[in-house]
C-alpha cells in the first residue's frame, strides 16, 4: 500500500540555519505530494504541494520538489525562524481508488531557538 | 470562500459516556469529508471518510461510527467511549485529489 516516511524528531535549529526535513514515498501511480504544518494545539495548514514530478512547490520561504527517481518530497527552508516551530507532515494523494485519501507521514517537530 | 467548522474544541468526557463530534463545511457542495484521529506525540490515523450522503468509510475498526446526514455535516460518534479513545480529532475535506485536504481546527477530547 501507499506509504510516507518522513525523518524523526525533534529537530532543533538556531534561527536563520537551513532546514531540511526529508520525506521519502511510496506509492502506485503518480500521486500528488504535499506538506502540512501544525502549530501546537491547532488543525493543519497545508503548506505547499506539487502534483507532477519534477513540480516544485513553495510558500513562505518553504520549499520542496517532487523527485520521482528519488521518490522524495524533501522540504526546505534556507533560513528558518523561531515562528517556524512546528511539526511538519509529509502526506500523499495516490492516483488510484476512491475518496482522494491523503496518506501521512509520522510528523516531524521543528523547534528554533534564538 | 470555503470555511470548515469543528465542535467542540475540547471536551472531557467519562468512560462509558457517549460521543458527539460535529463538522460542517460552508461554500462548497459534495466536498469528501474526512474524520482523523492524532494521539499524543503521534501522526494521524484516518477514521473514516464519506464521499456522498449517507455513504461512510471505515479505515479502521473502532468505538467510533460517522455519519453524514447531509451534503455539508459529518458526525463522529461513540455510544461508550473508552480511554484510548482520547486524542486530538480532525475533520477535513476535499474536493479533488490534487488541491489536498483543508481540516477544522481539531477538538481535544480525554476521556477520564
Known amino acids: 500500500g501507499d506509504s510516507v516516511t518522513q525523518m524523526e524528531g525533534p529537530v532543533t535549529l538556531s534561527e536563520e540555519a537551513f532546514l531540511t526535513i526529508n520525506c521519502t514515498y511510496t506509492?502506485?501511480?503518480?500521486?500528488?505530494l504535499f506538506w502540512y504544518v501544525q502549530y501546537p494545539g491547532e488543525g493543519l495548514q497545508l503548506l505547499l504541494k506539487?502534483?507532477?514530478?519534477?513540480d516544485k512547490g513553495s510558500n513562505k520561504g518553504f520549499e520542496a520538489t517532487y523527485r520521482k527517481e528519488t521518490t522524495s518530497f524533501h522540504l526546505e527552508k534556507g533560513s528558518v525562524q523561531v515562528s517556524d516551530s512546528a511539526v511538519y507532515f509529509c502526506?500523499?494523494?495516490?492516483?488510484?481508488?476512491?475518496?482522494?485519501?491523503?496518506?501521512f507521514g509520522t510528523g516531524t517537530q521543528l523547534k528554533v531557538e534564538l | 470562500s470555503q470555511t470548515i467548522h469543528q465542535w467542540p474544541a475540547t471536551l472531557v468526557q467519562p468512560v462509558g459516556s457517549p460521543l458527539s463530534l460535529e463538522c460542517t463545511v460552508e461554500?462548497?457542495?459534495?466536498?469528501?469529508l474526512y474524520w482523523y484521529r492524532q494521539a499524543a506525540g503521534r501522526g494521524l490515523q484516518l477514521l473514516f471518510y464519506?464521499?456522498?450522503?449517507?455513504?461512510i468509510s471505515s479505515e479502521v475498526p473502532q468505538n467510533l461510527s460517522a455519519s453524514r446526514p447531509q451534503d455539508r455535516q459529518f458526525i463522529l460518534s461513540s455510544k461508550k467511549l473508552l480511554l484510548s479513545d482520547s486524542g486530538f480529532y480532525l475533520c477535513?475535506?476535499?474536493?479533488?485529489?490534487?488541491?489536498?485536504?483543508?481540516f477544522g481546527s481539531g477538538t481535544r477530547l480525554t476521556v477520564v
Open positions: 461554500g462548497t457542495s459534495n466536498p469528501n
Open positions: 506539487a502534483t507532477k514530478a519534477d
Open positions: 464519506s464521499v456522498g450522503i449517507g455513504q
Open positions: 502526506a500523499l494523494s495516490a492516483s488510484t481508488g476512491g475518496g482522494n485519501k491523503l496518506t
Open positions: 477535513a475535506w476535499s474536493l479533488e485529489r490534487r488541491y489536498g485536504y483543508t
Open positions: 506509492a502506485t501511480g503518480y500521486p500528488s
